[in-house]
């Protein structure tokens, strides 16, 4: 068996008296959609901050490609191939999609910004492969504001992309979005493996199981299930923790 890409040991989270995580262990395989899902409340956020470095556990170890990154703050995390996509929106509004996918490339290659006076643009290529990657290549002159729930998600992934991560880390990419858009992100989520890994980490259940090669069911902040999308569509656990939840 191949050595996973991400790894955690007995992960334990508190806050204060509350116990948000307990001994949460998972690997990743490369190349995976590697999602994890469970109720409101039951961690999923946390255990996405220990893993993408904005939160350091109480507990346990988190090690990427074989090194131990636990204490490894988010921005050092990045240079290792790791990124994110947050919950809230983080684009330019104001700004087109290629002039954010710009931004976001310069702000990894460290371009000088008087590049772009003289009409140089070192990042073009790579912005062209990023929109192509998202799906995006008929909108790049759009303003970003104007682009749909879910091209607006695309665009956030792109943005996370422009640090060509090995593997991404998305918090519910699909809160919030109409049934088309919903449809739409899944395609784009399901493309981006086995090229990188994706930890997905989602409360739509049925997609998840429809595009993640396993799935972590977090409760309270344990382990209930994990496994491959047949095992945990048919297991006990997990519809007992997702019984009037919504799913
Ligand atoms: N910074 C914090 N301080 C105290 N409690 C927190 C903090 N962050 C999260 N929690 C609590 O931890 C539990 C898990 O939260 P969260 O990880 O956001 O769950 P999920 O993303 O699965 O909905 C919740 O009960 C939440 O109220
Ligand atoms: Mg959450």
Do not use: C
Not at 182 to 211: C, F, Q, S, W, Y
Request: overall charge neutral; proline content about 5%.
């Amino acid at each position: 068996m191949t050595e996973p890409l991400l790894a955690t040991q007995d992960i334990g989270v508190r806050f204060g008296d509350f116990r948000a995580l307990s001994e949460v262990t998972l690997s990743v395989m490369s190349g995976t959609v590697h999602s994890v899902i469970g109720p409101n409340g039951a961690g999923k956020t946390t255990l996405f901050n220990v893993l993408t470095g904005r939160l350091s556990p109480s507990e346990g170890r988190v090690v990427l490609a074989g090194r131990d990154v636990t204490r490894l703050p988010a921005h050092r995390r990045v240079h290792l191939g790791m990124a994110r996509s947050f919950q809230v929106t983080n684009i330019f509004p104001e700004l087109t999609v290629g002039e954010n996918l710009r931004l976001a490339l310069q702000a990894v290659s460290g371009a000088q910004p008087w590049i772009f006076w003289r009409g140089v643009d070192p990042d073009l290529g790579r912005m062209q492969a990023v929109a192509e990657e998202v799906g995006l290549t008929a909108r790049i002159s759009w303003r970003a504001g104007d682009l749909s729930h879910g091209g607006q998600r695309a665009l956030e992934i792109g943005m996370a992309l422009a640090a060509d991560p090995r593997i991404i880390f998305l918090d519910e990419p699909l809160a919030g979005m109409g049934i088309d858009d919903v449809h739409r992100t899944k395609e784009l989520i399901r493309g981006l493996a086995p090229a990188r890994t994706v930890v997905l980490i989602e409360h739509n259940m049925r997609v998840v199981l429809d595009i993640s090669e396993q799935v972590t069911v977090l409760a309270q902040g344990r382990t209930i299930a994990e496994g491959p999308p047949a095992l945990i569509r048919g297991d006990a656990a997990v519809r007992e923790a997702y019984l009037g939840s919504g799913m």
